[in-house]
């Protein structure tokens, strides 16, 4: 008798601590990623038209944290704007976006936690946003909020994955054109192994409202990380949360130059479905793509329909060593 | 043995404590979303009346508030310093002392709220008036033979606006005309040149004046009624108008075509009116008269002009001069 009560109160004991592991664990990880990776420094990165795509790539933004009722929330708050965007020497645009930067910002949060999105419309049209997620019809984000005027989608962060927010009024191809998305990215309890986490979402502009593309965008800037290339350390997980929200055009094929990723489809899985180096991804389609660069040196991504690409809508990683300088002799990379 | 039985009877009372706790826990908390729409239920009403949404009210609406607590430009303030998580954000963000909200708190919401009385009539008029603007520029553009420019103006009134009245129309025993604007939609994308196009433009010019119809002809006719529902359109077409200009010109035409449709529908509201605040308050009428024809300039013609005429801040102010001389009527 005596040893089962020592049984029962010693799992009791054991409950314990593995709970209080469950609950510390994700944090801990978190600090271990925060802590192993290392993002070289960036090289010439100009900030165009209040927007710097080189910022916006390892931007995620958090939010603010409440406790209410026991509960955590977590808290964003969002306002649409009209702003112009240069988008080459040439070619401005007016643009409609969240909080003054296009992509809007990066929103995350861990699966189940409650996010409340307090949004304000001064954007001139009526705007809203809808996001991707599972959540109430109420809190579906299709009902216009007018010019002016405030609204709170509040809804349980799920499924863990890499998703996305965007304005549904109507036209939605000339909302979402002007600039009004962003990534919404819900991490699995947990979190995923560190990596050097990158943001990107691929755009068009129709600049003469005329139904099709003439430029186009990873992050906003048309060809920007084609001159102001993306440094990332050798031998370095890097993990892409990647979005297509090109409209207008049927699927783009995402290229990475001289390797192979492994996917991991819409982020629904903490292992990869696949391995490529193509992926085709139709509108709203996004994807975990997780690999690293053995050799320094600079490499081209970008989707391999290729009037798209050289519109504006290509990039380069420039893989630098452990010391940090850009890569002279690749052989020397150790 | 008896440890056992024991530690039962222990388990099964904290599991209804805490069921107890949880249930009484859910009581108060706010389990429910915010923003989250309840049908035909009316929102808590306050000895005073129904509440206030804060992040969604008009200026009138919000005047309650000001003419309550005494403070002048209060409306405007607590619109300028949206948005708001919850009410007592107000004090947070410094637009009322803590001893000014606990005198209006009960009256104030983020909730979505169904709108009543004359909040609602204005709302109802105001949206039907953004509609008849996009209809009076598209008919500008579909007379100039520019079918394709007309044709978002002609979905605007559907797609952003009938939406959000459909509900109302019902309510006020008007019959439903999105078949109209559809149609409408339709023949000028497909078939712009038909002779159906004249015919259904008017139709739909008409399905709008018998929702405006509706209302009852005094409060149509009431000054300070229809001064609301202008402030309304020029607020959007001041919000519009800068977002068609950039770099001193007009780039985004739809932007110059909308605004241009709000404020043509608003000079005529006020046409409408002008005779019955001439003869109540004279200064008013001279006021708003000049004021309107200042802000119009800023669209000389349907074409957009190639120098912008008044930079939008311009274009505000001179909104902002009609409101406040509005307000006094």
């Not at chain 1, 976006?97 to 419309?121: D, H, I, K, S």
Request: hydrophobic share 40%.
């Amino acid at each position: 008798m005596k040893k089962e009560l020592y049984t029962r109160r010693g799992a009791l004991g054991w409950g314990l601590v593995g709970l209080a592991g469950a609950v510390a664990l994700p944090q801990a990880v978190r600090l271990l990623q925060g802590r192993s990776v290392s993002v070289p420094p960036p090289g010439e990165a100009p900030t165009v038209s209040g927007i710097n795509p080189m910022v916006v790539l390892r931007d995620f933004d958090y939010g603010t944290v409440r406790e209410e009722n026991g509960r955590t929330v977590r808290e964003f708050r969002i306002e649409a704007r009209t702003s112009t965007i240069q988008l080459n020497r040439v070619v401005s645009f007016v643009s409609w976006n969240f909080n003054g930067r296009v992509p809007g910002p990066t929103l995350r949060a861990t699966a189940g936690e409650r996010v409340r999105v307090v949004f304000l419309n001064r954007g001139g049209h009526a705007h809203s946003m809808h996001f991707h997620g599972i959540h109430a019809s109420t809190m579906d984000g299709v009902r216009p909020v007018r010019n002016g005027a405030a609204t709170i989608y509040e809804f349980d962060a799920e499924p863990y994955g890499v998703h996305l927010y965007h304005c549904h009024v109507a036209p939605v191809a000339r909302h979402i054109g002007k600039g009004l998305y962003g990534l919404f990215i819900v991490d699995p309890p947990g979190g995923r192994p560190p990596a050097d986490e990158l943001a990107m979402v691929m755009a068009g502009y129709d600049l003469d409202e005329n139904g099709r593309n003439e430029l186009y965008a990873f992050n906003a800037i048309p060809d920007y990380y084609m001159q102001h290339p993306i440094r990332i350390r050798q031998d370095q997980p890097v993990r892409l949360y990647l979005l297509n929200l090109i409209e207008g055009e049927a699927a783009v094929t995402f290229h990475l130059h001289a390797n192979f990723f492994r996917l991991i489809r819409t982020g629904r899985s903490l292992d990869p479905h696949e391995e490529s180096d193509v992926v085709t991804m139709g509108t709203a389609e996004r994807h975990i793509l997780e690999f690293s660069y053995h050799l320094p040196g600079r490499y081209m991504f970008h989707p391999h329909q290729d009037t798209i690409a050289e519109s504006g809508c290509m990039g380069q990683f420039e893989v630098v060593g452990a010391d940090g300088a850009p890569a002279g002799d690749p052989g020397h990379g150790h | 043995m008896s440890t056992v039985r024991i530690s039962g009877k222990v388990i099964t009372s904290i599991c209804s404590l805490f069921a107890v706790l949880v249930l009484t826990g859910c009581g108060g908390s706010p389990e429910t979303p915010t923003g989250s729409r309840s049908p035909g239920a009316p929102a808590a009403s306050t000895p005073s009346g129904r509440k206030i949404n804060i992040n969604t009210a008009i200026l009138s609406e919000l005047d309650r508030i000001e003419a309550e607590l005494a403070v002048p430009a209060l409306s405007n303030r607590i619109q300028a310093e949206r948005p708001y998580a919850s009410p007592d954000e107000l004090v947070a963000k410094k637009v009322l002392t803590p001893e000014q909200y606990a005198r209006v708190k009960d009256q104030l919401t983020v909730e979505d709220i169904v709108l009543t009385g004359e909040a609602k009539d204005i709302d109802y008029m105001t949206k039907l008036g953004l509609m008849r603007g996009h209809l009076l520029v598209a008919r500008e553009l579909l007379v100039g033979g520019e079918s394709a420019a007309a044709l978002p103006h002609i979905g605007h009134p559907i797609e952003e606006i009938y939406l959000d009245i459909e509900g109302q129309l019902d309510e006020r025993g008007v019959a439903q005309f999105k078949s109209i604007l559809l149609e409408l939609q339709q023949l000028v994308r497909f078939s712009a040149t038909s002779p159906k196009v004249a015919p259904a433009l008017a139709a739909a010019l008409a399905a709008i004046d018998g929702a405006m119809n509706a209302l009852p002809v005094t409060q149509r006719r009431s000054p300070a009624f229809v001064l609301q529902v202008i402030d309304q359109l020029l607020e959007a077409a001041g919000t519009e108008y800068a977002a068609a200009v950039n770099d001193g010109r007009i780039a985004a035409r739809i932007e110059y075509e909308d605004s241009r449709g709000f404020v043509t529908y608003a000079a005529q509201l006020f046409a409408d009116i002008a005779p019955t605040l001439q003869a109540s308050d004279p200064t008013a009428a001279r006021q708003l008269s000049a004021g309107l024809a200042e802000i119009k300039r800023a669209w000389p013609s349907i074409a957009a002009p190639r120098t912008v005429v008044l930079t939008p801040d311009q274009v505000r102010v001179r909104i902002k001069d009609v409101e406040r001389a509005g307000q006094k009527v």
